[in-house]
Each structure stands twice: as structure tokens, then as C-alpha cells.
Nanobody
Framework: QVQLQESGPGLVKPSQTLSLTCTVS????????WSWIRQPPGKGLEWMGA???????YYKPSLKSRTSISRDTSKNQFTLQLRSVTPEDTAVYYC?????????????????WGQGTQVTVSS
């Protein structure tokens, strides 16, 4: 059973960089596709980007200039960095895995999800 666990600060100040890590157990990040998805309060799920089994990255166009996804295969982790955050970036952030590249946030398309972590952007 693959398990994903998000970790990182729950509070980030405006203009700073949000950094989250997803630790994967029961499976290897050198297989499949690994995404970051978020859900702002009162809104739907938003796919942010993904890193593939080979380390290639894909981003939502509207977030591409502020987003970086990287990985550490030795730790079986992948990381999200979102720069220049504003209060609009307040959301529950999830990591998820899939067998193919999915660029939308449709729950059923993903095989495994982390439990999610609340990030609030506030001074």
C-alpha cells in the first residue's frame, strides 16, 4: 500500500516561499507520476504541477512562474516550492500519485492521496 504524507509549515508570510515535502512509503517515486494539488477554502481542487518517474516536471500555466517541483530519490520525497505567496494561496495542499500524467484535479484519476496539510498565508 502506497502512503503519502505532506509536511511543512502551516503559516507563511506574504511574499515568502511556501515549501512542502511529500514523503512516499510503500512505493518508489522513480515509478509513476507525482502531483501537487490544492483546495482553497470554499473552492474546488486545483492541480498545480507534477514530477514524473524520470524527474520531468509539468506545471499549471498560471502557476508556472512561481512554482518548482523537485525530488530526492534517496529519501523517496518530492517537494513543492511556491514563491511570492499571497493570501490567495491559502489552501489545503495535497500530494497524490497516478499511473499517467494528469493535469486536472479529478479525485478518481489519482491512485493515492496524502491526507493534506493546511497552509495559511498571513502576516
Amino acid at each position: 500500500q502506497v502512503q503519502l504524507q505532506e509536511s511543512g509549515p502551516g503559516l507563511v508570510k506574504p511574499s515568502q516561499t511556501l515549501s512542502l515535502t511529500c514523503t512516499v512509503s510503500g512505493g518508489s517515486i522513480t515509478t509513476n507520476y507525482w502531483s501537487w494539488i490544492r483546495q482553497p477554502p470554499g473552492k474546488g481542487l486545483e492541480w498545480m504541477g507534477a514530477i514524473t518517474y524520470s524527474g520531468s516536471t509539468y506545471y499549471k500555466p498560471s502557476l508556472k512562474s512561481r512554482t518548482s517541483i523537485s525530488r530526492d530519490t534517496s529519501k523517496n520525497q518530492f517537494t513543492l516550492q511556491l514563491r511570492s505567496v499571497t493570501p490567495e494561496d491559502t489552501a489545503v495542499y495535497y500530494c497524490a500519485s497516478s499511473k499517467r500524467l494528469i493535469t486536472i484535479a479529478t479525485i478518481d484519476e489519482y491512485d493515492y492521496w496524502g491526507q493534506g496539510t493546511q497552509v495559511t498565508v498571513s502576516s
